[in-house]
């Protein structure tokens, strides 16, 4: 099934999600539950253009992963009755595992994988609680260290082998705050045969729990990155993307190397982001597609 296909059959308005009555979607939070409803800071849900994607024929929903004793909360969307499945790491927006990101996981089972999308945040707090993106980043965000997150994602990744996946293709993707995590995860395990990142940051200040950032692991890389960013992305100059590639293109690993960039002008950030005013279809669904391809041809 391609991605327009895909977005064809599945899309629907957000307000009959769960049997909520009309209108309680448009900025319903978490609520204790991974996966349901929206982030309230994410702000309004653009019910026209949200894509809800049919669970029939998956195994999908709420999971625990042990991850160092902890119980982490995580949704996993799979085909089901099927084993032996590629998997993918769906790293969520800055606004924690919402439908939307639930939703993304159902795409990628409906394509043949066992996708899950950890809650990386749920030491620190619930992201559901805020109504301010300012507020959600100084008092929960900024909290939650990429050693922390590495080590989540690693312990997921041996749920998934216990649990129908076949981590000998594994693959990662993420959206914003997730796309950073995602070149950064590139860098770290070697479980990893390919990433996709959509507009992560590339870039930043060094510190105690944020030691370093993309552009300072491209010799680490261990998986080749495709790289989705828009042009016109205030957060995200073009300055960092020029500076990543020249590095990629010298790095002596052979995984930055095969590494590539696409952007897409006048398209701001979070372009895939389908219930958000931003979302761009062209650009989302051009993505989508090489992403998918991507994974394909590095053997996800």
Same mark, same amino acid.
């Given at each position: 099934?391609?991605?327009?296909? $895909?977005?064809?059959?599945?899309?629907?308005?957000?307000?009959?999600? &769960?049997g909520?009555?009309?209108?309680?979607?448009?900025?319903?939070? $978490?609520?204790g539950a991974?996966?349901?409803g929206y982030?309230?800071?994410?702000?309004?849900?653009m019910a026209q253009?949200?894509?809800k994607?049919?669970?029939?024929?998956?195994?999908?929903?709420?999971?625990?992963?042990?991850?160092?004793?902890?119980?982490?909360n *995580?949704?996993?969307?799979?085909? +089901?009755?099927?084993?032996?499945?590629?998997?993918?790491?769906?790293?969520?927006?800055?606004?924690g595992?919402?439908?939307y990101?639930?939703?993304?996981?159902?795409?990628?089972?409906?394509?043949?994988? $066992?996708a899950i *999308?950890?809650?990386?945040?749920q030491?620190?707090?619930?992201?559901?609680k805020?109504n301010?993106?300012?507020? $959600?980043?100084?008092?929960?965000?900024?909290? %939650?260290?990429? *050693?922390? %997150?590495?080590?989540?994602?690693?312990?997921?990744?041996?749920?998934?082998?216990?649990?129908g996946?076949?981590?000998?293709?594994v693959?990662?993707?993420?959206?914003c705050?997730?796309g950073?995590?995602?070149?950064?995860?590139? +860098? @770290?395990?070697?479980?990893?045969?390919?990433?996709?990142a959509?507009?992560?940051?590339?870039?930043?200040?060094?510190?105690?729990l944020?030691?370093? =950032?993309?552009?300072d692991?491209?010799?680490?890389?261990?998986?080749?990155?495709?790289?989705?960013?828009?042009?016109?992305?205030?957060?995200?100059?073009? #300055?960092?993307?020029?500076?990543?590639?020249?590095?990629?293109?010298?790095?002596?690993?052979?995984?930055a190397? &095969?590494?590539?960039?696409?952007?897409?002008?006048?398209?701001? =950030?979070a372009f =895939?982001?389908?219930?958000r *005013?931003?979302?761009?279809?062209?650009?989302?669904?051009?993505?989508? #597609?090489?992403?998918?391809?991507?994974?394909?041809? @590095?053997? %996800?």
């Amino acid at each position: 099934m391609s991605a327009k296909e $895909l977005i064809s059959d599945t899309q629907g308005l957000l307000n009959t999600h &769960a049997g909520e009555p009309t209108g309680i979607s448009r900025r319903t939070a $978490l609520q204790g539950a991974v996966g349901v409803g929206y982030a309230a800071a994410a702000g309004a849900v653009m019910a026209q253009t949200a894509i809800k994607t049919s669970s029939d024929g998956l195994t999908a929903g709420e999971v625990i992963v042990d991850a160092g004793g902890f119980k982490m909360n *995580a949704y996993r969307a799979a085909p +089901a009755g099927k084993t032996n499945l590629p998997v993918i790491l769906v790293v969520q927006e800055i606004f924690g595992v919402h439908e939307y990101i639930a939703d993304t996981c159902r795409r990628f089972a409906k394509m043949g994988y $066992l996708a899950i *999308a950890p809650e990386l945040y749920q030491r620190q707090g619930d992201p559901s609680k805020y109504n301010s993106i300012p507020l $959600l980043q100084s008092e929960l965000v900024s909290k %939650v260290g990429d *050693a922390q %997150v590495m080590a989540d994602l690693d312990d997921t990744v041996a749920w998934a082998a216990k649990n129908g996946g076949n981590i000998k293709r594994v693959g990662i993707t993420g959206f914003c705050w997730g796309g950073r995590i995602t070149w950064l995860y590139a +860098a @770290h395990s070697k479980a990893v045969r390919a990433a996709v990142a959509w507009y992560g940051r590339l870039v930043g200040a060094s510190s105690a729990l944020f030691p370093k =950032h993309p552009v300072d692991l491209v010799g680490d890389l261990k998986a080749p990155v495709l790289g989705l960013y828009g042009r016109a992305d205030t957060g995200i100059p073009m #300055e960092s993307l020029a500076l990543m590639q020249n590095k990629l293109q010298v790095a002596k690993s052979k995984a930055a190397r &095969a590494s590539e960039f696409v952007t897409y002008d006048s398209t701001p =950030h979070a372009f =895939h982001a389908d219930y958000r *005013a931003s979302y761009r279809k062209g650009p989302a669904e051009d993505g989508w #597609e090489r992403a998918l391809e991507w994974f394909k041809q @590095h053997g %996800v």
